[in-house]
């Protein structure tokens, strides 16, 4: 597996790679405190790269109930 890179602060403790394990490469993030994994592709991460900060932000409050 690549390298891999940990980003923290007071919210979240995450670990990023590269998989290269797969038909194509995919970031594998790794919550470290949660001990949740998810994969995504490039098609994923251009969508998260596309929302606007409102659209982005919506979906990060905890408070948020999905309708």
Request: glycine share 4%.
């Amino acid at each position: 597996m690549a390298p891999a890179w940990e980003l923290s602060n007071e919210f979240a403790w995450v670990r990023l790679q590269v998989d290269t394990q797969g038909q194509s490469p995919r970031l594998r993030i790794d919550d470290l405190r949660h001990d949740r994994t998810v994969w995504l592709d490039a098609f994923q991460l251009a969508a998260l790269a596309g929302l606007d900060e409102a659209t982005l932000l919506t979906h990060l409050d905890p408070g948020h109930v999905p309708s």
